[in-house]
């Protein structure tokens, strides 16, 4: 399973992008998949997971409210909305695959992408 993450850029504090997580190679629809993040300087952080059906979520406890996780298995692609940014959610954004849902648990995740960066202003 390959993953591609893009639709990272800049944006002013309370703005919006959504990030999607393109996978391909065999079996991709049937793959749990989650997005974390690192900022300068900071540990990777866990940001949200949905399982392969898109009926099970988790999202981190910063973003609850303001970020959703979705996914569209007909194009294997796994969307981040994430509305009124802050600066404190600057970092790159990178999303990861499973066989199971993982959650959190960043070592459970079995194929990783590229990050994509989002920069938000203040």
């Known amino acids: 399973v390959q993953l591609q993450a893009f639709g990272g850029g800049m944006v002013q504090a309370g703005g919006s992008l959504r990030l999607s997580c393109a996978a391909s190679g065999r079996t991709a629809s049937s793959i749990a998949t989650g997005w974390f993040r690192r900022a300068p300087g900071e540990e990777r952080e866990f940001v949200a997971a949905?399982?392969?059906?898109?009926?099970?979520?988790s999202i981190a406890g910063s973003v609850k409210g303001r970020f959703t996780i979705s996914r569209d298995n007909a194009k294997d692609t796994v969307y981040l909305q994430m509305n009124d940014l802050k600066p404190e959610d600057t970092a790159v954004y990178y999303c990861a695959a499973s066989r199971g849902f993982r959650g959190s648990y960043s070592p459970g995740y079995d194929y990783w992408g590229q990050g994509t960066q989002v920069t938000v202003s203040s």
């Open positions: 949905i399982g392969w059906s898109g009926v099970t979520t």
